[in-house]
């Protein structure tokens, strides 16, 4: 029951973005397309959660220790990605981001809003780690640099409710 839940969710939420043909295949996932890079949606029938997860850029062999502390400082208490959680392949240095939610705490306006937030995470991820692949920084996070706001209902990092 709850994957039907969560294509009704997913069609929702193209109604509401003017894509009247989004849906969620019978697996689940959903492929989208923001600002020429891909999000993607996943949905978790066992615990009847949804998963956000981004492929980010390939960690710069020369440089992939060093990226990877910078990566490994931004996933405490999620300081440095809003939420979600930055991973990676050692055996390919490709990254990514992910994020989680149970599906019953989501409508389409807020799957709407996650999805945005999420995205721009990934932006500023992708962003950081082509410049540290080029030779830039590879300083720790200041509380994600003033990228996007805190997932809605959560209080921003380095703050209290």
Request: a negative charge; zero cysteines.
């Amino acid at each position: 029951m709850s994957l039907s839940s969560y294509q009704a969710l997913i069609a929702e939420l193209g109604q509401t973005l003017g894509m009247a043909d989004m849906a969620a295949g019978e697996d689940g996932y959903v492929g989208l397309m923001i600002d020429g890079h891909e999000i993607h949606l996943q949905h978790e029938a066992e615990d009847d959660a949804v998963i956000l997860f981004a492929r980010l850029p390939e960690a710069d062999p020369d440089r992939r220790d060093a990226i990877y502390a910078m990566l490994l400082a931004a996933n405490v208490f999620w300081q440095g990605t809003r939420g979600a959680t930055l991973g990676a392949d050692f055996d390919t240095g490709r990254v990514f981001l992910a994020d989680r939610r149970p599906r019953t705490g989501l409508d389409a306006e807020s799957l709407s809003v996650w999805i945005e937030q999420f995205a721009n995470v990934a932006a500023h991820w992708r962003q950081r780690i082509e410049d540290a692949n080029d030779g830039g920084p590879l300083r720790t996070p200041d509380a994600l640099d003033a990228a996007p706001a805190a997932p809605s209902g959560m209080p921003p990092a380095g703050s209290l409710a």
